[in-house]
């Protein structure tokens, strides 16, 4: 499957994946599939077909094992779990903060690829052109471009469609995995609030991502599970969060703990 831009489309949201991917160094964001798209997938490919994550947890098992020597089932879930929500809620979170643009967040409108041996998402496409964004923005009035009156409802466009592509995501995979509906939603929750904290972080401007978190996540919206939860530190130098869920990563090596703001410590805001 190919997604390019014929002549004469307008490039609007190719210009912000350009310089959305220059400002972090997590994944590459790009528009369409690389000619050579070995590696890719796209979302609503492997959510029609989820013996896929079986695979990509088969895979992770390998990695884990030559690296731990364990691969935990909670472990290889906790992470597939994390790693595709990463897909919609961090591309998402990027042009939100830097560009006040929402892209189309439905899987057949997003595709990853994998890296090797450690097989997270380092790549991210974007299949369609068409984007949400506010009245100032250059691309206003323009084919393909949705305008909305204001931040907040950029917001409730961004929190709306990630939403929907979650809820396909957690009918998928939740039955390959032992997670129940609250640890799946738990997850989706700590991506996107996440997800716009670093934005403004490797952005340069940690305080603006958290602003934004808040005004996407200003309170619990259902099935999320949580408002916006990053808060100052105690040294008052940098910023923390609760998170709502376990990466299980602590099952991994024996005695090394879970990570700060584990939900497996107090859950005191």
């Known amino acids: 499957m190919r997604a390019n831009v014929r002549p004469g489309q307008p490039r609007y949201l190719l210009d912000s994946l350009a310089r959305v991917t220059q400002l972090q160094n997590r994944a590459q964001i790009r528009f369409g599939l690389p000619v050579n798209a070995t ?138 995995a032992r997670f129940g509906r609250h640890t799946l939603w738990a997850a989706a929750t700590d991506v996107l609030d996440s997800g716009l904290w670093f934005a403004g972080r490797y952005g340069g401007d940690e305080a603006a991502g958290v602003l934004d978190a808040d005004l996407v996540l200003p309170q619990r919206f259902t099935p999320l599970t949580s408002a916006s939860t990053p808060r100052p530190a105690e040294d008052g130098q940098c910023w923390t969060r609760r998170r709502e869920s376990c990466c299980f990563h602590y099952l991994l090596e024996a005695g090394q703990g879970v990570c700060d703001g584990c939900p497996r410590l107090s859950r005191k805001p």
């Open 39 to 176: 590696g890719w997938v796209t979302c609503s490919r492997l959510l029609a077909d989820p013996t896929g994550f079986d695979h990509w947890r088969k895979s992770l098992a390998r990695w884990l094992t030559d690296r731990y020597g364990d691969a935990p089932d909670q472990t290889t879930a906790g992470y597939v779990m994390y790693w595709y929500l990463f897909v919609p809620g961090y591309l998402s979170a990027l042009l939100f903060h830097h560009e006040r643009r929402v892209p189309s967040l439905r899987p057949e409108a997003l595709a990853f690829h994998t890296a090797d041996p450690r097989p997270h998402p380092d790549a991210i496409a974007v299949l369609k052109p068409t984007f949400a964004c506010l009245p100032d923005d250059p691309a206003a009035g323009t084919p393909l471009v949705t305008v909305v009156r204001d931040e907040q409802a950029l917001a409730a466009i961004l929190r709306t469609r990630y939403i929907a592509h979650a809820g396909r995501f957690v009918r998928a995979f939740g039955p390959t």
